[in-house]
């Protein structure tokens, strides 16, 4: 099993939708979890640290479910600025007791007019 | 631009030469790390960083790539007698303090012909 999933899509969504993204992460032990973006051919930058009460920044909202070993990411009134590749970012702890983040292979969301 | 900056951003290379990129952090930051990415992947964690030393390195990282951080300060990554399956960009980033988010330079997109 892969120690971060994410459907890789594409999703394909109109404009002003709500998209939702899931990840699951294998390591219970896992420590702090992030969202980010990555538009094509730029590096990743990060979109938002997901909390374990849930957070909020502006039309995205983030969730943890430690139980179920997911985090998820809601998009409201979806924009054309949007579309991007996004990121699931799991903060461990490495078998030499180093940090680890781990990424997944990124969920593709295109907004359509 | 007080980012993290890499250079060069393109490399071409014929199959079997060697290459070297180089990586400067965020002054400040004194954790760097190296990540792999191919194409509709995640970023695949290569080493990693604390000041001047490399305390993690990942199986990905055979024994012909090497990478230094002399004096704590800039990194270089070098692969030797490199093969095709090396194309990739290769993304550095550094952080502050553990747990917290990573700036990402804009990487240096490898092709090995």
């Known amino acids: 099993r892969k120690e971060v999933e994410q459907d890789p899509g594409p999703f394909n969504v109109p404009e002003g939708a709500t998209v939702a993204f899931n990840c699951t992460y294998s390591n219970s032990a896992s420590q702090s979890f992030f969202w980010y973006r990555q538009d094509c051919r730029k590096e990743p930058k990060l979109l938002m640290s997901?909390?374990?009460s849930g957070n909020e920044d502006g039309r995205f909202t983030a969730q943890l479910n430690r139980a179920s070993q997911y985090i998820s990411l809601l998009i409201r009134d979806s924009k054309l600025s949007d579309s991007a590749t996004y990121l699931c970012v799991v903060n461990g702890i490495s078998n030499f007791g180093n940090e680890k983040l781990t990424f997944g292979t990124g969920t593709r969301l295109t907004i359509i007019p | 631009d007080t980012g993290v900056s890499q250079d060069p951003r393109h490399k071409i290379t014929k199959r079997g030469q060697n290459v070297t990129f180089r990586c400067d952090p965020i002054s400040e930051h004194n954790r760097l790390y190296w990540y792999r990415q191919t194409l509709g992947q995640g970023p695949e964690f290569l080493t990693y960083?604390?000041?001047?030393?490399?305390?993690?390195k990942s199986r990905l990282l055979s024994d012909r790539f090497s990478a230094e951080r002399p004096k704590g300060s800039f990194s270089t990554l070098e692969i030797q007698r490199t093969e095709q399956g090396d194309s990739a960009m290769y993304l550095c980033?550094?952080?502050?303090?553990?747990?917290?988010?990573?700036?990402f330079g804009s990487g240096t997109q490898l092709s090995v012909l």
């Open positions: 960083f604390q000041n001047e030393a490399q305390l993690e």
């Open positions: 980033a550094s952080s502050l303090e553990q747990g917290q988010k990573l700036f």
């Open positions: 997901v909390y374990s």
